[in-house]
């Protein structure tokens, strides 16, 4: 093993090809910049070797080049997101220099921690079925391979459903079933345990655990479910890997995310102009996929619900149980079949609740849509009479520093969890009494997450947070809710 640079931790030797599933020699890459400010190299003199049926852990913070990795290593990067590269890789034997992505389908799976972004079909079924499709297998094959895949990822029932109507955890169970379809020799799972509920963790930790792929999993949060599943661990830090023991690396994964700083939410001084209170009674709605053949009517039930000012509750269940149905009530997005809610005991409809309570979606692309995150901060100041351009200029550039946002950055060319960071500055500057906080966890650090939070709250703001990480839960609140066979109640 080569002494790394830094003299403290280990390089994996380069040299060694009797075994080897990828080898990456003196990796850099530096992203085209859109705009008049060159970026820096995102990837400095990397250096990997993954041996064959290995299962490796890469830890990294959000925005040190994790995904980027992940994305050169299948090919995607920089052929369609451009940049300047060097150094030499080589998946099975391939050379990438010399290989296009699509050649890649039977060597190396990539499931992205965005799942809409990789999605090209008009239905679940035929998502699974395009690769095969693509590698030229007999019908009767393919058609084994995608009943096998649904099965597997409890997805048989939405067969025919557009990936515009599943939850995040069903998108997300749709690109795993794809790579257990195509059995690729190296999966490269990035942030994929995220948007899954218990359940479904459990499986994919026990797919990786069984199988003889090569595995890398990339994640910017150790999750319980990671517990004796892998045989290496390597950090990202300053575009460069290093690999080393579990507990080496934990210990410096923790440092480099801030987890020794104290939880922002314990003990928070927040300036409550005036106290509120949200809630909803009998409240009832159905919910139906139109483009689901074989499905029933979901239904869900919510006898009682509350939230106050400088509250912060929690709501989990299970992938489809129907969070993301009740905050789009919540927020007056949908109306209910039945019931009413109040706000300081007063009856409101949707538009009352639109205008109090902010909902940060699950993907930030549905809440963003400005050229440059300038207009995007801008775009909801400028409507209020009351503030004139300099003072708008004053909290645009407050907002910014504080959510470590570039204000001539265009949103479409950052990273994914940089444009959560976006969405939520978004609705910091809009002020609003409550959130619903859609698995905003996921792809951030715990510190970062916890630190948009308690900004969020700064003015007494009562939050609702929905996870499916019962660690994040606990940094949040141990009082909450929980959706349980169609039915709302309290944990």
């Keep these: 093993m080569e002494k790394s640079r830094s003299g403290s931790m280990n390089f994996p030797d380069v040299s060694v090809v009797s075994t080897d599933c990828l080898k990456v020699n003196d990796l850099s890459f530096t992203y085209r910049s859109w705009c008049a400010k060159k970026n820096e190299p995102i990837l400095s003199h990397l250096f990997c070797t993954l041996e064959e049926k290995s299962k490796t852990l890469l830890l ?16 995607v990067c920089p052929k369609y997101l451009p940049g300047s590269m060097e150094g030499d890789i080589q998946v099975c034997g391939k050379d990438l220099a010399y290989t296009e992505p699509w050649e890649l389908l039977l060597t190396c799976g990539y499931v992205s921690q965005n799942p809409q972004e990789q999605f090209v079909a008009t239905c679940v079924e035929d998502e699974v ?13 393919i058609a084994h391979r995608v009943d096998e895949a649904l099965m597997q990822w409890g997805l048989e029932a939405l067969r025919t459903s557009s990936n515009q109507e599943l939850s995040g955890g069903e998108r997300k169970r749709v690109l795993l079933a794809v790579q ?3 059995n690729p020799t190296l999966w490269v799972l990035d942030e994929s345990f995220d948007d899954l509920d218990i359940h479904w963790r459990s499986q994919l930790a026990d797919l990786i655990r069984k199988e003889d792929n090569t595995v890398l999993v990339l994640a910017s949060r150790y999750l319980t479910q990671f517990d004796d599943l892998f045989d290496r661990y390597a950090l990202l ?4 890997l290093h690999f080393g023991e579990k507990q080496e690396i934990l210990s410096s994964f923790s440092r480099l995310c801030d987890d020794d700083l104290p939880n922002p939410l314990i003990n928070q001084s927040i300036s409550l102009k005036k106290e509120h209170m949200l809630s909803c009674a009998s409240l009832t709605t159905e919910r139906s996929r139109v483009s689901t053949l074989e499905t029933n009517i979901f239904t869900l039930s919510v006898p009682s619900f509350s939230l106050k000012s400088g509250e912060l509750r929690t709501l989990v269940g299970p992938n489809g149980s129907g969070k993301s149905t009740f905050s789009r009530l919540l927020c007056g997005l ?15 409809g949707t ?3 639109n205008r109090n309570v902010g909902y940060l979606f699950q993907n930030p692309d549905l809440q963003i849509f400005l050229p440059t995150v300038r207009e995007e901060l801008s775009w909801s100041l400028k409507r209020r009479k009351d503030l004139k351009n300099a003072q708008i200029q004053e909290m645009v550039n407050s907002c910014a520093a504080l959510f470590s946002l570039d204000l001539d950055e265009t949103p479409t060319t950052m990273s994914y969890p940089q444009r959560k960071a976006l969405q939520a500055a978004v609705y910091y500057l809009l002020d609003r009494p409550f959130y619903i906080l859609d698995e905003l966890d996921n792809a951030l650090t715990y510190s970062t997450a916890l630190k948009i939070i308690a900004l969020l709250r700064r003015n007494g703001a009562g939050i609702l947070l929905i996870t499916h990480d019962r660690t994040f839960g606990s940094l949040v609140s141990d ?4 959706i349980t066979d169609g039915v709302l109640g309290g944990v």
């Design 60 to 75: 990294a913070p959000f925005n040190t080049g994790k995904s980027t990795f992940a994305r050169i290593i299948s090919g």
């Design 129 to 141: 079925a395009f690769p095969l499709e693509s590698l030229g297998l007999p019908q009767k094959e």
């Design 180 to 182: 257990q379809a195509i």
């Design 237 to 240: 830090e300053e575009g460069r």
């Design 334 to 348: 949908d109306t209910p079949k039945s019931g009413v809610f109040s706000l300081d005991e007063r009856v409101v």
């Design 351 to 353: 538009k009352e609740l």
């Design 479 to 482: 009082q909450g809710y929980a």
